[in-house]
Every structure is written in C-alpha cells, then in structure tokens.
C-alpha cells in the first residue's frame, strides 16, 4: 500500500507560481509511474501531468503544456509539479497518484491517490 502526501497548494495571484510535492511511503516509490490530476467545483477530475519510473517519459495535458513542469526525485521518494504562470482557471484540488505498468494519461492507470491539495488563482 502506498500512501501519498501532497503538500504546497495555497492561494496565489495570475501569473504567479506554486511548486506542490507529493511524498510518498513506500521504498518503492520508484518502480511506479507518478500522475497529478486535478478537480475544479463542479467538474470532473481531469489529467494534468504524468512522469514515468525512470522519468525518461513525460506527459501534459494541452491546457498546462509549457506552464508546468512534472519531475521527481527517486532518492527522496517526491514528485513535484512546478506550475507557473497560473491561471484563474488552474484553481482546482490536485491530486497525485501512483501506478504501475505503462505510464500515461488515463485515471485507471494509477492505483494509489493522495487526498489533494487545494490551489487557489485569483484574478
């Protein structure tokens, strides 16, 4: 079982930047693909940013493409999603999660979630 801990959301103005983290528990963090996916109110949750094992495969959703940056660091078992130039819109609960086998975009690819972590952009 691996748990997930998201941490650096808060309330920032257009234009700004926040980094979140996700710490996970297990040794293992890197045998798993990483994934960060967000929710607005009244939305569905949808796909952000996604990192391979190795980090050798990375992938964005067209709406954060060249904003946010996804990366991790295996030896502290983290993954961060570097978002700048944020947007009224970005505002949303993001949330990491953790799979294995192929990395990628879609929701069923990843096993483990964290409870989230609020980010706030106002105008």
């Known amino acids: 079982q691996v748990q997930l801990v998201e941490s650096g959301g808060g309330l920032v103005q257009a234009g700004g930047s926040l980094r979140l983290s996700c710490a996970a528990s297990?040794?293992?963090?890197?045998?798993?693909?990483m994934g960060w996916f967000r929710q607005a109110p009244g939305k569905e949750r949808e796909f952000v940013a996604a990192?391979?094992?190795?980090?050798?495969?990375?992938y964005y959703a067209n709406y954060v493409k060249g904003r946010f940056t996804i990366s991790r660091d295996n030896a502290k078992n983290t993954v961060y999603l570097q978002m700048n130039s944020l947007k009224p819109e970005d505002t949303a609960v993001y949330y990491c999660?953790?799979?294995?086998?192929?990395?990628?975009?879609?929701?069923?690819?990843?096993?483990?979630w964290g409870q989230g972590t609020q980010v706030t952009v106002s105008p």
């Open positions: 297990e040794r293992t963090f890197s045998m798993y693909n």
């Open positions: 990192i391979s094992w190795s980090g050798s495969s990375k």
């Open positions: 999660a953790a799979g294995g086998g192929y990395s990628g975009t879609e929701e069923w690819r990843y096993t483990y």
